[in-house]
């Protein structure tokens, strides 16, 4: 059954090609709200015995006892499922533009310190340089009242209501059919990089302990969204997106992985690829999500694509997330490398640095490209490791830390550990992006959080990279 899965998947592919033409607009047959239902529920349902990750209070779903069990025997093994998104990336034709990957702000407009809300601080004061002091390319959208949205900074196109849910299988086997159909008038529909759906983030969203408590992490003005619970399912924050984009190795120990954003709780997180998710289909700008760095032989490498320069260097030692604020702020004072104009680099910035070709575990380094360097750390077990990178945006989640406004978000350039039934594993993959609590006593970290349902790794004290405008 799974090699005829995959023949299909790969027949279909070929058979759509996946055009980059667009049709007129008032003779093309659509798909109506009821087809593409029938769509998603003509292909066939996830594997039993899936277990979903469990709940944001860090309890495991179902009232299992411990952390959640891991599910193994994917419908495609990595090296399947790694050959249908390169026939997907072809398809599409992606290649890199000056100006090509514009990074939509965060819309975080609120300062926070380790533990409040606070008024906006000024230079040379704590917390000074974190997200809300920089509002860079604020998010701006067109409803088209067509049922798509427009981004007016990415120049994407985007299926304005994802349906129902469905497998990252079905929903290459949808794809073919959407864009047979010309859907919405188009027939050059894909499905997004884990880089173009990060576009949509918004992180004036929250996570409480309820959906009522809750404020998605995207704009419901533009985007149709649905909690988990208001879905029948046993959580308010299963509510995933998946993406195209596939990790190179496995997670939890053999599973199939493909990168997802969660709307509902703010965090990258690599899935189990018979996952049912949501799927927000896009099209348009072909340059977006990628790279062109430049060695600029000074300590620096700018990014034409997304116009920003990088310290090819990190910090070099962990740091809490209020010193990594003091950091910038330091480096400044010094001129560092000839610029004062450095910053932690807010969530979405950081993100677009990581390159999901790489990895501890399968490239035996760092997902970021080879001019930059990261400094080697051992993690809680005592393993070479890369580190998690701080970013200046706060993330607004009770599970991350009991105490309010006390998580930081940050991504993983090395692997996303955790710890499930005693055993040390990649939980989410290099590339991942989710929050630590901003202060704590040094010599308790790193340590496996064991309230969390998949044990991540917390860290508290996370390497910096800083960023500048062009």
Not at 392 to 404: I, N, R
Not at 405 to 413: I, L, R, T
Request: charged share 20%; proline share 5%; aromatic share 10%.
């Amino acid at each position: 059954m799974k090699k005829s899965l995959v023949a299909s998947l790969i027949a279909v592919l070929a058979i759509t090609g996946c055009a980059n033409t667009s049709a007129n607009d008032t003779a093309v047959p659509q798909i109506l709200p009821e087809q593409s239902q029938q769509v998603a529920n003509d292909t066939a349902p996830p594997p039993e015995g899936y277990v979903p990750e469990g709940n944001n209070q860090g309890q495991p779903p179902n009232g299992q006892s411990g952390p959640v069990g891991m599910q193994r025997g994917s419908t495609l093994t990595v090296e399947e499922a790694n050959n249908i998104e390169a026939q997907l990336l072809e398809a599409v034709g992606y290649s890199a533009q000056v100006g090509g990957y514009p990074i939509v702000d965060t819309n975080q407009t609120i300062f926070y310190s380790n533990d409040a809300i606070i008024e906006a601080p000024q230079v040379g004061e704590a917390f000074y340089g974190q997200d809300a002091s920089f509002t860079i390319n604020a998010p701006s959208y067109t409803n088209n009242e067509d049922g798509t949205i427009t981004d007016n900074i990415t120049g994407l196109m985007w299926q304005q209501d994802p349906g129902e849910k469905l497998t990252w299988p079905e929903a290459v086997e949808k794809l073919a059919m959407v864009n047979e159909s010309e859907y919405l008038g188009y027939s050059d529909w894909r499905i997004p990089s884990m880089k173009e759906l990060y576009s949509l983030v918004d992180f004036s969203g929250a996570t409480g302990r309820s959906s009522d408590t809750s404020t998605p992490y995207m704009d419901t003005n533009y985007f149709v969204f649905t909690y988990g619970d208001a879905a029948g399912e046993a959580r308010f924050i299963d509510s995933q997106m998946l993406t195209s984009t596939i990790y190179d190795s496995d997670t939890m120990n053999g599973t199939t992985t493909v990168f997802g954003y969660n709307f509902a709780d703010g965090r990258i997180k690599g899935y189990e690829i018979d996952k049912d998710f949501y799927c927000y289909f896009v099209r348009g700008n072909t340059s977006y999500g990628q790279n062109l760095f430049i060695d600029n032989q000074d300590g620096t490498i700018s990014d034409e694509a997304t116009s920003l320069m990088w310290a090819q260097n990190d910090s070099g030692v962990g740091k809490s997330w209020e010193e990594a604020l003091a950091f910038a702020n330091e480096m400044n004072e010094q001129n560092y490398l000839g610029y004062s104009d450095w910053r932690v680099p807010n969530i979405k910035e950081l993100h677009s640095i990581i390159d999901y070709t790489k990895s501890p575990a399968t490239t035996n380094s760092p997902a970021i490209d080879d001019l930059f360097y990261c400094t080697p750390i051992l993690n809680s077990e005592g393993e070479d490791d890369y580190a998690y990178y701080w970013s200046s945006t706060t993330h607004e989640d009770l599970s991350a830390s009991p105490v309010a406004y006390n998580a930081g978000s940050y991504v993983v350039f090395g692997t996303g550990i955790g710890k499930m039934n005693g055993e040390v594993m990649d939980v989410h993959g290099a590339g991942s992006q989710r929050s630590d609590p901003k202060t704590g006593n040094a010599e308790d970290y790193p340590s496996i959080d064991s309230a969390a349902p998949q044990g991540d790794e917390q860290r508290v004290y996370n390497m910096v990279r800083l960023v500048r405008g062009m």
